[in-house]
């Protein structure tokens, strides 16, 4: 999967999708991420030809791009990335599952979802979650993920979101493991995977 992953999403890229010509340094660039069949597909574009694009895409962000590397990690824009969790759910998608189960615990360890409650659906874990301050509630089932492929996942964001290294927070799993408030991680449990 990863390797897929690296083929199809790869890092930024140095030409505009539509129009080929080269995307500039410190000018900005458009980012669409499409979710198909296969997964997730990553369109860097010029804002002008983004304007002429006929399609609706899953989820988009604007951003410059930079004259070098930085020497400094990115950091994830948690704005987005709450967003981003938003626009995963419903999705039946076994992918679009996986990654939601990672943003939730991403964005739990931030303190910007909340759990307000849990539930077994077909011997499942369900994490019921609200964005703070908001009264709706996300239900979030668990996919059953090894390690491993919590790690892919992780590394899979890393790529979408264009950060130098592991996505912001990807600890969690560790500090949780080390007994966060005495609760067990519901996304360590190294059962079957629903893949």
Known sequence: MADDWDRVVKR????????????????????????GADGFTRRDLHPDCYATCEGDAFSVWKWTRARELRPNPRRLDLGFLTEFFKRLEG????????????VSLLLLRKKILEEVGRKSVDEREVLLLRIKRTEKVYEVTDPQLDMDAMGEIEGDLSRIFNLDQPVEGSDAVKDEEEGNEGRENPGAQETRADR
């Open 12 to 35: 930024a890229q140095e030409t505009c999708a539509v129009c080929e010509e080269a995307l500039a340094a410190d000018a900005e660039v458009v980012t669409a991420l499409d979710l």
């Open 91 to 102: 999705r039946e998608e076994h992918h679009a599952r996986r990654v939601q189960w990672i």
